[in-house]
């Protein structure tokens, strides 16, 4: 995900409030973060603004675990991919949307992953 372009390139599932995120940036856990999308490369979470600053692009997340009980449990690694709802100049929202990027999405998990994804697809058009 190095640029807008490449945003899209996997498949993505809207996701309700039962999903979200945990992960540890800076030393800042953050627990419970809700995720508005999700895929086998990623995932776009809503992060409160008064921690926005924290959140600059390349800034790595550990111990990322996805929180549903459907979803794979194992922990990863991702990065900030881009931020949007934070520019200077504009009045302040309650949340900026962060784009994350897993880094090391094993194979197994993966697998499951992408499971779920065609298995929620299939939901979604129904």
């Not at 996805?66 to 309650?94: D, F, Q, S, W």
């Not at 994350?100 to 697998?111: D, T, V």
Request: proline share 10%.
């Amino acid at each position: 995900m190095q640029n807008p372009a490449d945003r899209r390139v996997l498949r993505r599932v809207i996701v309700g409030p039962d999903h979200g995120i945990r992960f540890v940036l800076r030393g800042h856990p953050y627990d419970e973060v809700r995720i508005s999308n999700l895929s086998s490369g990623g995932c776009f979470a809503l992060i409160p603004h008064r921690d926005a600053r924290l959140f600059e692009r390349g800034a790595i997340l550990e111990q990322l675990v996805l929180l549903h009980p459907e979803l794979p449990k194992e922990p990863l690694i991702a990065t900030v991919a881009y931020v949007l709802g934070n520019r200077p100049g504009t009045p302040p929202m309650e949340f900026v949307g962060v784009g994350i990027q897993f880094l090391n999405l094993e194979p197994g998990p993966l697998a499951r992953l992408e499971a779920w994804l065609d298995a929620a697809t299939i939901a979604q058009q129904a």
